[in-house]
T-cell receptor
Framework: GAVVSQHPSRVICKSGTSVKIECRSLDFQATTMFWYRQFPKQSLMLMATSNEGSKATYEQGVEKDKFLINHASLTLSTLTVTSAHPEDSSFYIC??????????????FGSGTRLTVV | GESVGLHLPTLSVQEGDNSIINCAYSNSASDYFIWYKQESGKGPQFIIDIRSNMDKRQGQRVTVLLNKTVKHLSLQIAATQPGDSAVYFCGIDSWGKLQFGAGTQVVVTP
């Protein structure tokens, strides 16, 4: 089955530094990748959608200069949290999708990255 | 976009009983719906999905019902087991973008 690998699973960084999170589709080519953020006891909130080779589309209220997304290949997308602050501490989750048929899309999720900014 | 809850409601169910988890959505153009289970510290795990041209779909111990008229879907879990304790989210696909409902914490008691 489809597998998405997300790395690292946990990261602690100092305030003001940048952190990069990787999301890889291991056995399929992901036409689109999504990045979500989840605060404790809350739902997953879509941050941005990225298609390979094009600029990411950010959801309203998400700062594109703060959360840099690069989708350089059909198997890799990265999210960089720039100049991280304690309020950026959260659980970040990626998802990869592929068009399996004209009417069906499969979404596969990574295992998430727990970011703690101190 | 879809409504996102600020807190998770909790459903407490006795082991062996059936569970029903509900989800409301707002976008009538949504055409694909997925139920996920999330355990603490992990990513969402696929349970079952349904397309908008269906109103019911069954899997192993799970059934998803879709009512497009009132924009509501539900997940029924038969004979709930301790391993079913988790947070359950509905995923709602609109134009190839998946957003999540508020989520429900299911707690299975012995």
């Amino acid at each position: 089955g489809a597998v998405v690998s997300q790395h690292p699973s946990r990261v602690i960084c100092k305030s003001g530094t940048s952190v990069k999170i990787e999301c890889r589709s291991l056995d399929f080519q992901a036409t689109t990748m999504f990045w979500y953020r989840q605060f404790p006891k809350q739902s997953l909130m879509l941050m941005a959608t990225s298609n390979e080779g094009s600029k990411a589309t950010y959801e309203q209220g998400v700062e594109k200069d703060k959360f840099l997304i690069n989708h350089a290949s059909l198997t890799l997308s990265t999210l960089t949290v720039t100049s991280a602050h304690p309020e950026d501490s959260s659980f970040y989750i990626c998802s990869a999708s592929r068009a399996e048929t004209a009417m069906n899309y499969g979404y596969t999720f990574g295992s998430g990255t727990r970011l703690t900014v101190v | 976009g879809e409504s996102v809850g600020l807190h998770l409601p909790t459903l407490s169910v006795q082991e062996g009983d059936n569970s029903i988890i509900n989800c409301a959505y707002s976008n009538s153009a949504s055409d694909y719906f997925i139920w996920y289970k999330q355990e603490s510290g992990k990513g969402p795990q696929f349970i079952i999905d349904i397309r908008s041209n269906m109103d019911k779909r069954q899997g192993q111990r799970v059934t998803v019902l879709l009512n497009k008229t009132v924009k509501h879907l539900s997940l029924q879990i038969a004979a709930t087991q301790p391993g079913d304790s988790a947070v359950y989210f509905c995923g709602i696909d609109s134009w190839g973008k998946l957003q999540f409902g508020a989520g429900t914490q299911v707690v299975v008691t012995p």
